[in-house]
Nanobody, 115 residues
Framework: QVQLVESGGDWVRPGGSLRLSCAAS????????MGWYRQAPGRERGLVAT???????TYAGSVQGRFTISRDNAKNAVYLQMNNLKPEDTAVYYC?????????WGQGTRVTVSS
């Protein structure tokens, strides 16, 4: 059973930056996808970014060029650097891991972008 713990969510003004972190409770095979989804109030959960060994990262079109996903396999962690944040980025951000058997999800970290 993999447990994922996110951190780094906060309130920030438009144009600001945040870095989200997600730590897994055990070693995650580098070939498994790790990444981030988000859910804004009243909306469905949607992909933000995902990363797996040997492949280019995948980003939602709305964050392309502003967000960067990275991974530290030695620390079993995945990160999301978010720059030039916009009010529409306001959401709860969830870390996930997709193994051969199932997906694992964290509890989420809230990001609020407003002036």
């Amino acid at each position: 059973q993999v447990q994922l713990v996110e951190s780094g969510g906060d309130w920030v003004r438009p144009g600001g930056s945040l870095r989200l972190s997600c730590a897994a409770s055990q070693t995650i095979y580098s070939g498994y996808a790790m990444g981030w989804y988000r859910q804004a109030p009243g909306r469905e959960r949607g992909l933000v970014a995902t990363l797996r060994a040997g492949r280019d990262p995948t980003y939602a079109g709305s964050v392309q060029g502003r967000f960067t996903i990275s991974r530290d396999n030695a620390k079993n962690a995945v990160y999301l650097q978010m720059n030039n944040l916009k009010p529409e980025d306001t959401a709860v951000y969830y870390c996930y891991v997709k193994t051969d058997a199932r997906e694992y999800w964290g509890q989420g970290t809230r990001v609020t972008v407003s002036s």
